[in-house]
């Protein structure tokens, strides 16, 4: 069993007699304690069962602490060597599932310091020097979460990867665009995949923007106020590969302000996911018939048997509902809290899992589903035309032949309520009978009322011409290594 001598620990010049006294204490947390706790309470109380997740982040966080300890020569080397050589042992076992995870030690913090202390005794005990569970969960939420947003970041690039392929392959695609769920105008079905790749670029941009502030090192703010050991900080977080020192001890254990912001930016691409979810549900609808998606994405009616129904997609949106359910969880929880910790913080962990692991799994089964999409265009196409997708086109060109724009609608109008009236396109309408609307009409006319006239003639940065979607392939192409 190592032993150390530092004389500063004062651990270290205990009486053999109050030695086997606080080996034998199990419960209690000090000699303060008159009873024990009731097991409702401690079921109440006790994380555990949740946070043991966080394991592989306590143990760095732990080493880390150590190494800095014995650098400072807070603790000895024979010290921090049995801390590194038990951590390893605890890490096996975990991994292994023989780990033995116990209720009445609480949270993940406590269970692998009394192994610890089970494996190499004192040096065990010597670990929380200058350390409190406050600085230490909120390092390893921190050290956790990032990790979770580097994996994050790389399962949306992923996603936009297979849109942007989606947007090269159907670029001339024509899908009817709306406004209102109005036929509008004609837009390239490439340009809507984009629309997507636009909304998760942002999205990616927003978790590498919050992974900034969650990477920020709360050790040594111990309890609340600081410590009295010579700690260097700066040293833990460069270990640790953060990108700074939280500044002040009362904020650093207190504020979740980053799992806040984390949620936020989870709740945003739940939601673009969910407005996503909505079309392909609308799209593969027999009244749409513009897509399908591959079976093993659907499910079945066990009553009606011709049903083949978009449960991913559903699913989806559905949870966009949970994730933010969330971040109002998480908002909530912080608000009347005084500073510093306060026990509700650990009320954020379970919220911020299931936001992860909802996340992940959406973005993952999303990529492999959207990969596997089937575009329809001639239904689009026969929506389009349904739809008098060409109406603006055909004011934009009696505009261009002299007449003010307003004119020009009414116009147009008139024209949509004579094809309308006889079933028809505005293409299909002859010359004689569209220059009874106006008689600049002429023969030209008919390039600009096809759908790829209207779609070719929006060829301006940000547009729908199959032209400007393959710029903006290129161009994402580029930006996400693909
Ligand atoms: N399990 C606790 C949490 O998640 C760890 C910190 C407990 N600190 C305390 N002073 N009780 O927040």
Redesign the pocket.
Known sequence: MPASTTPTNPGASAAPALENQLAKKAEAWSALFSEPMSELVKRYT???DF?KRLWAADIQGSLAHAEMLAAQGIIGAEDHAAIQQGMAQIRAEIESGRFEWKLDL?????NIEARLTELVGLAGKRLHTGR???D???TD?RLWLRGEIDTLVGLLTELQRVLVNQAERHAEVILPGFTHLQVAQPVSFGHHMLAYVEMFARDAERLTDARKRVNRLPLGAA?LAGTSYPLDRERVARTLGMEGVAQNSLDAVSDRDFAIEFSAAAALIMVHISRLSEELILWMSQSFGFIALPDRFCTGSSIMPQKKNPDVPELARGKSGRVVGHLMGLITLMKGQPLA?N?D?????EPLFDTVDTLSDTLRIFAEMMDGLTVKPEAMERAALRGYATATDLADYLVKKGLPFRDAHEVVAHAVKTATAQGVDLSQLPLAELQKFDARVGEDVYQVLSLQGSLNARNILGGTAPAQVRAQVARHRARLGA
Do not use: F, G, P
Not at 106 to 110: A, F, G, I, N, T
Not at 345 to 349: A, G, I, L
């Open positions: 006790a994380s555990v946070d609480e949270d993940v913090h406590l409190s569970r406050n230490q969960v909120a939420v309890a910790y026990k913080n650990q009320e954020d962990k």
